[in-house]
């Protein structure tokens, strides 16, 4: 079992002695379900990249923005769960924060959320 609430600010000092600005982890990691806990300094941008199939966040310390192609971005602040659009995305770091993102890299027929 991971107490996250315990690692928060271990990965917020790894995410501001970095000289990129990040520290991540993959915490979890299920058949196509990854958990990955990101620290962000706060300025740090993350270039627009793709979604995956299905994908989460949800942001335990700090608030972050996401701009989603020509949509207005989206202010995302602790204790906030942000379902990802299927479009290209950037990720900015508003505050220094510490964030969860849930994948599910592949999605079946069947499957649920379509």
Known sequence: MIDL??????????????????????VAHDGELRQTVIALRKGTRLAEHN?????????????????CGQNAPEEIQEGKLWVLTHERHAVTALTDCVFMLTTVTSVGE????G
Do not use: C, M, W
Request: proline share 7%; no cysteine; charged share 20%.
């Open 51 to 67: 979604s995956p199939p299905a994908a989460t966040i949800v942001v335990f310390e700090g608030r972050l923005q996401i701009e």
């Open 110 to 113: 069947g499957s649920h959320g």
């Open 5 to 26: 609430a315990s690692i928060v600010e271990d990965y917020l000092v790894e995410a501001r002695a970095a000289p990129n600005g990040r520290h991540a982890k993959l």
